[in-house]
């Protein structure tokens, strides 16, 4: 069973404060990586994607890669109340995975203003 | 803008009830998907497809058909609901025929069944 593993919090950080959220998957041959944010009674919404190694960064949101250790993280930059949401990790397979993606459970990251 | 749109946000059924959700797209994209989501599994892919009248099986299809007659639209089928299939139900579409295109979602359907 191809897995991403999240951790579900809830994680709560300060306003300002940097969060970091963390995701492992199991698939080697994963290709893409999606972060997307999704708030209580919403769908699921893209903020970020990376297809290799190393940083990429889309004002205060920065995803990080490191395919060798199968890890994918989500840094959050001066953290803001509106932030707070549930954080979806999503892994898309290549190869005989076709088009699936895999979801994990979600992280619920909650900023105290 | 991507648009998917869902015909119901709320639906409550009856064990054993034929239930249809519909999905529409206006993007023209390919590939459209069904989801459901719980609390603490996050998104299992039901059914997917990648063309018209195409359709593939997903995780957890059982309980569970789909039809997919024109491009922008993709019905999810709960042939005979159970109790275990309430649940929030999210389509979603992407553009083309690769795993590196964002995922578009509609607003979701919470189907309750009684």
């Known amino acids: 069973q191809k897995e991403v593993e999240q951790n579900s919090g809830p994680l709560s950080v300060p306003e300002g404060a940097i969060a970091s959220l963390n995701c492992t998957y199991s698939?080697?041959?994963?290709?893409?990586f999606f972060w997307y944010r999704q708030y209580s009674g919403k769908s699921p919404e893209l903020i970020m994607s990376?297809?290799?190694?190393g940083d990429k960064e889309d004002g205060r949101f920065t995803a990080q890669l490191n395919k060798a250790s199968q890890y994918v993280s989500l840094l959050i930059r001066d953290s803001q109340p509106s932030d707070s949401a549930t954080y979806l990790c999503?892994?898309?397979?290549?190869?005989?995975?076709?088009?699936?993606?895999?979801f994990g459970a979600g992280t619920r990251l909650f900023v105290k203003a | 803008d991507v648009k998917v749109t869902q015909s119901s946000r709320y639906l409550v059924k009856r064990t054993g009830e034929k239930v249809f959700l519909e999905c529409v797209q206006d993007m023209d994209h390919e590939n459209m998907f069904w989801y459901r989501q719980d609390p603490g599994l996050g998104l299992r892919l039901i059914y997917f497809?990648?063309?018209?009248?195409?359709?593939e099986k997903g995780d957890i299809p059982e309980g569970y058909s789909v039809s997919r007659e024109k491009k922008e639209r993709f019905s999810l089928i709960l042939e005979s609901a159970s109790t275990n299939q309430t649940s929030m139900y999210l389509c979603a579409s992407s553009s083309s025929g690769t795993f590196t295109d964002t995922q578009y979602f509609g607003p979701g359907t919470r189907l309750t069944v009684l």
């Open positions: 999503a892994v898309s397979l290549g190869g005989t995975g076709g088009f699936k993606t895999i």
């Open positions: 990376i297809y290799s190694n």
């Open positions: 698939d080697r041959g994963s290709q893409s």
């Open positions: 497809s990648y063309d018209v009248k195409m359709k």
